[in-house]
């Protein structure tokens, strides 16, 4: 019985809901992982706030161009037509309403779609970066994130206690252990593990899961 899904696992998800020509904007983190799994015969375009347009997955280790990097400061590749700009135009083309998804981690998501992904504290990006402009610049938000902390609180609740990066904004939600749309102010559950019960999602969530139908199991490859 799988116990949970890999990082790997769930950007292979988010992955196949992207449609094709999609302007997506990767966060950093799990998110930069998605540029790995296209599905057969769908291409997005990928932008970077730090000023690319239809970069590629991660260069094989020792092949790195350390002048072509995301915003994370990791190495990425190029794709035929991709363009640089500067770091205003980029947040231009976000704040102007031209991207179709942003896929972001999070610290904090609540059933009102609130999220809460950026901290002042010493680990991590000590900062919020462009994900408030994100948020609410482009069409639709995903997140991707643990189901859980390392503590084992959930990641999913009623309300945000951290900071927010903006109110509303996040649709779905892809965990270590399911697939969760929001809607109407609630958490649907659309897919889970096939070997974990509701009543055990229920447990490792903070706030209600609702049903709209039948749950699909949440079936990805082994990578």
């Not at 992207?18 to 302007?23: L, V």
């Not at 610049?137 to 609180?153: D, N, Q, Y």
Request: hydrophobic share 45%; net charge negative.
């Amino acid at each position: 019985m799988r116990l949970k899904l890999s990082s790997t696992q769930i950007a292979w998800r988010a992955a196949q809901d992207i449609a094709d020509g999609a302007y997506v904007n990767l966060g950093i983190g799990i998110p930069e992982l998605v540029a790995r799994f296209q599905p057969p015969g769908r291409q997005a375009i990928f932008h970077t706030e730090n000023g690319i347009l239809n970069f590629g997955e991660a260069p094989a280790a020792g092949a790195e161009d350390w002048d072509l990097i995301n915003a994370g400061k990791k190495a990425v590749t190029l794709r035929p037509g991709a363009a640089f700009f500067h770091h205003a135009d980029s947040f231009a083309m976000v704040r102007g309403g031209h991207l179709d998804v942003a896929i972001l981690g999070a610290y904090q998501v609540a059933e009102n779609g609130d999220l809460a992904n950026w901290s002042t504290g010493p680990k991590g990006v000590p900062a919020v970066g462009g994900a408030m402009d994100l948020v609410h610049g482009a069409k639709r938000v995903a997140v991707i994130t643990e189901h859980v902390t390392r503590e084992g609180a959930p990641k999913l609740v009623e309300r945000c206690t951290l900071p927010l990066t903006g109110v509303e904004c996040v649709t779905r939600v892809y965990t270590s252990l399911a697939v969760i749309d929001i809607e109407g102010g609630h958490f649907m559950l659309r897919e889970k593990l096939a070997g974990l019960s509701f009543d055990d999602l229920q447990a490792q969530t903070g706030a209600r899961l609702h049903l709209a139908g039948p749950v699909a199991d949440l079936t990805v490859p082994e990578l």
